[in-house]
């Protein structure tokens, strides 16, 4: 089981934090969030995962030296971002002949990995994407589904959303998909990829803890959440300053 993991992002909306320090890498509850994708990862069967590196690298490189998880990590350096897609795309052959999961590293998650893998192998589409119900329909990428889960309509952050089932950044995906995405410079799966799969995709209602760590005020709840939450593979913390 393979595994990609976006953690190339800038953290624009994270500064000054993330001027030193690499997004994937930002502390919560005393751990980078990206101890949480490994531990939550391994705990869920992923034996592979490729993390695409482009602000800091060498922060991510040295720490993942030290991490103690089984899983084989390979890390993939943009000099200029791909997007998440482009990601996927420039790695066509790690992937392979398999069916992948892609997810997005700001988020700190829960979610049931092991659900979402195993509700597309028993569904007819190229990709299932974890869905959760929010409040603000017009600032995400909004799903309507029909009566079996099938995906009838996409659209990235909606004037007039038709419903309020968000994308919640966690995919699993046929090879196949790569096929659908497009050869230019950047390449975003909310906006070029996900919108050509319509009526070829699922919608898995996602179970868990999934939040977005995109702003100050998301960051300073998630600190106050993180302790009531579990991951059941974690391992001991390190000293965070060695890890970062």
């Not at 005393?30 to 034996?47: C, K, N, Q, S």
């Not at 049931?112 to 959760?132: E, I, N, P, R, V």
Request: aromatic share 12%; net charge negative.
């Amino acid at each position: 089981m393979k595994a990609f993991l976006l953690a190339a992002g800038l953290g624009t909306r994270l500064r000054p934090l993330t001027c030193r320090i690499p997004k994937c890498l930002v502390p919560v509850g005393g751990r980078p969030m990206l101890d949480y994708w490994l531990a939550l990862l391994e705990y869920h069967g992923f034996t592979e995962v490729l993390i695409n590196l482009h602000h800091l690298p060498e922060q991510v490189e040295a720490y993942l030296a030290q991490q103690p998880y089984r899983i084989a990590i390979r890390t993939f350096y943009e000099p200029e971002l791909l997007g998440s897609a482009g990601t996927v795309r420039a790695n066509r052959e790690w992937v392979g002949g398999e069916d992948f999961l892609v997810a997005y590293a700001d988020n700190l998650s829960t979610a049931d990995l092991s659900g979402l893998w195993q509700f597309h192998q028993t569904h007819a589409g190229l990709l299932s994407m974890a869905l959760f119900e929010t409040p603000e329909p017009e600032r995400c990428g909004i799903a309507v589904l029909d009566d079996t889960g099938r995906i009838v309509a996409f659209e990235e952050k909606p004037a007039r959303p038709r419903s309020n089932l968000a994308n919640a950044g966690l995919y699993v995906a046929s090879p196949e998909v790569i096929n659908y995405i497009p050869l230019k410079p950047v390449a975003d799966f909310g906006f070029d990829v996900l919108p050509q799969l319509v009526g070829r995709m699922y919608g898995f209602h996602l179970t868990g803890y999934h939040y977005d760590i995109g702003t100050w005020e998301s960051y300073e709840k998630a600190q106050r959440e993180v302790r009531g939450l579990q991951w059941p593979n974690l391992r001991p913390p390190r000293p965070l300053e060695s890890q970062i």
